[in-house]
Structures are given as structure tokens and as C-alpha cells.
């Protein structure tokens, strides 16, 4: 199998092409977090992924315990005085061997590839991502509710994947693309449209306004 961090830096190096791409404007659109721009969210990725526990947490103290105004920090250094530097700072980071604090390297999987449809979907950008990469994402979701409360959101259903050989739970069946499976796990609801099925408008019942707090 392919090591985790291999697919994690392919995706970086996947989302940083697309990136130089953009037009200037595009980097102020508003990305499927919605509190944050395409840029936001680059810097993001980029803040997340320099982190180490020792800095994130005494960071995280100094915020008291405030994870937005620690995450809000990160982000402004790491994007830097321009959109040229925010690219540049995403590309530096492309092969760091650093797991999420709290998680470890699928987590870091996940937070790669749903941030890049965080980015993607809103800019009308596809990707055929690998169904390795998907497959150990989703089912490292439909396990856990760490961090983003995945399994409480697809609690009861029989998820299926139409385009990989990806099943999970049952119940009434809710069907589509792996990347939308993934994606709707994460929070958001864009990827709904992207589903079918009889227990779709139960798993769509489950979304609430906020998406933000999805986001990490």
C-alpha cells in the first residue's frame, strides 16, 4: 500500500497546481467553509500542516482553549503579505511528515482532501482523487466522531459507493460518488447533490446552518 504521507503530499502538490491556476480574484471566493475564503483555507493547510503538539499547545493556552483564535493566527502568518506568498508558503509544506494534533496520518489524509473540495467545488475545479486515499478517509469517518462528528451524521444509514467498492452500515441506503460520501461526512452539504437515495433527506436533516465548525 501506499504510505499515507505519499498520498497526502500528492494532494498538496495536486491542490498547489490548481491554485497557480487561479485568477486573483478567485482566491477571495468564498470557499464550502463558510467563514473563509479560498485563501483562508489554503493557509490553513499550510498552518496545520507545519504544526507540532508543543507549539499548538501552548498557542491553544495562550488563546485560552480558543481553537478559532488559534487556528486565526496560524492562518494570518501563513498567508503571508500576498496570494504569491500564500501559494509559496502551501508548496513548502508539501512533503512535511507531521500528523494532526490529536490524530495521525489519515487525519491528516482527510483534512488534505476535504479542504481541497472546500476549495474545488465552490471554483467548479474536479479532481479524480485516488479510492485509496478515499476509501481509508471514509472509513476512518464512518468510525469516528473525532473530529468532526462523522459517525453521529451517518448513524443509521447504508452508505454505498458508485464508483468504488465502498460500503458502510445500514439502514436506508444513500448512494453517489466516494468524494461526495467523504465530503458529506465532513459537513458539508454541497455534496449532497452529488447523492441518492431513500435515506438522503434523513442524512440531510442532519446538517445544520453552521459549517464552519467542521472545519480543522
Known amino acids: 500500500m501506499t504510505t ?34 479560498i485563501r483562508d483555507v489554503v493557509a ?50 508539501q512533503d512535511f511528515v507531521r500528523p494532526v494534533p490529536g490524530g495521525g496520518a489519515v487525519s491528516m489524509l482527510g483534512e488534505t482532501v476535504v479542504h481541497a473540495e472546500d476549495i474545488r467545488r465552490p471554483l467548479g475545479i474536479q479532481r479524480s482523487y485516488p479510492t485509496e486515499a478515499l476509501t481509508l478517509i471514509a472509513d476512518s469517518y464512518a ?3 473525532y473530529p468532526i462528528g462523522a459517525k453521529k451524521r451517518v448513524a443509521g444509514l447504508a452508505l454505498r459507493a458508485t464508483d468504488a467498492e465502498w460500503r458502510h452500515g445500514s439502514g436506508l441506503p444513500v448512494e453517489g460518488p ?28 442532519r446538517f445544520g446552518a453552521d459549517t464552519q465548525g467542521a472545519t480543522r
Not at 480574484?25 to 473563509?36: I, K, N, P
Not at 488559534?70 to 500564500?86: F, K, L, V, W, Y
Not at 461526495?180 to 447533490?193: E, K, N, Q
Request: glycine letters at 6%; proline letters at 3%.
Open 143 to 145: 468510525r469516528s466522531n
Open 178 to 205: 466516494l468524494s461526495a460520501l467523504v465530503v458529506a461526512m465532513a459537513g458539508r452539504p454541497a455534496a449532497l447533490a452529488d447523492l441518492t437515495g431513500e435515506g438522503l433527506a434523513q442524512l440531510q436533516s
Open 4 to 37: 499515507l504521507w505519499t498520498l497526502i503530499a500528492a494532494e498538496r502538490r495536486a491542490l498547489a497546481d490548481d491554485l497557480a491556476e487561479l485568477a486573483d480574484a478567485d482566491w477571495e471566493a468564498r470557499s464550502l467553509c463558510t467563514d473563509w475564503t
Open 44 to 93: 490553513h493547510l499550510t498552518s496545520w500542516a507545519r504544526l507540532t503538539p508543543g507549539p499548538f499547545l501552548r498557542s491553544l493556552v495562550f488563546h485560552g482553549f480558543n481553537l478559532k483564535s488559534t487556528m486565526a493566527e496560524d492562518m494570518t502568518r501563513a498567508a503571508g503579505a500576498s496570494i504569491h506568498e500564500t501559494l509559496d508558503n502551501f508548496r513548502s509544506v
